[in-house]
């Protein structure tokens, strides 16, 4: 088993309940076509560069073969393409990221598995499409000229393939600007194109600092939305803390991997529904109830949101059976806890002061318990006991930081 370790505000309430409806719950979508004015418009570029509807996706990628790749996302082993209107992305790893990029694969692999058995998890992970070597002349020679030169990033590399995450819908994103964005700014972000790739990281562990100035290099792409600013667009955190439970419990117990670095992003849910009541989440009798006309594909547009979990390429597998599990319990232990504190602040914390916290600690460690509960049901009391072992065991760790004055949720190698 070779671990491979890494160094490496409080907001007034303003928005608008229709604002929350089509974050929150696509079965009110209906009582929001009362007043139809606000964001509904979606110019043509538009949903076809974001948010269009799963027909139009589909249909758009079967034709968009020779359309350029976009730069969407970026970090430290990779960087993100996608075809406008396309739904998948390709991650090319940066010079000596390959092998990191074919662990990412592998991991990959191996949770999209683990998420398969769960059916009803709400947190999703995008489908594995393929892995491209860089000798693969025939990939390369058909798309290294639609992709974007740049120097420090020699084409061909590795390239791994995988479902596109849509982004979150116009309204959410002017939603954003309007409370997030200085003033001063908010036009040229809500016209600038890099915008519409925006994704949110949710940050249920995190809350800005009280009064926080506006950050004035504000963009959308990969929006850190701190647990404050949940709060103050009046976001179901409850239902994310427990996803993400669940969704952890999944990856350490029916995948046996470790989420080192993994990223929790709301996104939209691009979800191909075969049948349009299906898509919006309504039943017929509700699509019977519509005001004549109402325009369907606009209401598409706005269908739910949802938790994606994506970036596995720091991830640790261990090997599946029990037996090794439990040989190596205490190893095994200290890399989850290890990988819960490192990650970015999406975890809920425990031994935090405000009742919201407490509040979303418990509903993460009752949520992540069962869900190991029902993974683990048929193995031996020994290994069902290690769930709770590893939840006590952040709690202790969480109490011995906090006792030599390092702060909550402190990071050992990443500060
Ligand atoms: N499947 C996807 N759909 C949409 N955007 C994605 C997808 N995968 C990655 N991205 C975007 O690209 C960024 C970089 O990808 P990531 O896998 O995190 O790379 P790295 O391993 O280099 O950090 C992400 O933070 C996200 O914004
Ligand atoms: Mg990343």
Known sequence: MAFRMRADETEDSGISSEMQQFIIDNNRLLDELSSPGEGTSISPAQATTSTASSFAVFNQSQQAAEVSYQKIGFGQCGLVFSKPGSAHVVKIARPYFSDALWEDFLSHLRLFKAFSLHGDTQC???????YVNKVNRAWWDANTALLPPNPEFPLPSQALITERILPLPLAIRNVLIDKFCPEGLRESAKASPLNNDCLARMYLGRHRTPNPPLAPNFSLRNYNLCLDQMLALGLPVQDYAREMAACLAIIHWQARVDGYDIEFVLGSDAEYATHVAQSLG??????????????????????????????????NRFAMDDAFILGHEKEVLSQLVLAFFENDPYYPLPLMETNVDRQLWSIFRQEYLKKAAEILSGASQALKRLPVKFLDACVER??????????????DFKG
Do not use: A, T
């Open 124 to 130: 999703r992970i995008p489908r594995v499409y393929s």
């Open 282 to 315: 309504m039943d017929v009798e509700q699509l019977e109830q519509l005001p004549k006309h109402s325009d369907v594909e606009v209401l598409l547009q706005r269908r739910g949101v949802r938790l994606w979990v994506i970036d596995f390429n720091l991830c």
């Open 398 to 411: 969480e109490h011995r930081k906090l006792g030599k004055g390092l702060g909550h949720g402190h990071r």
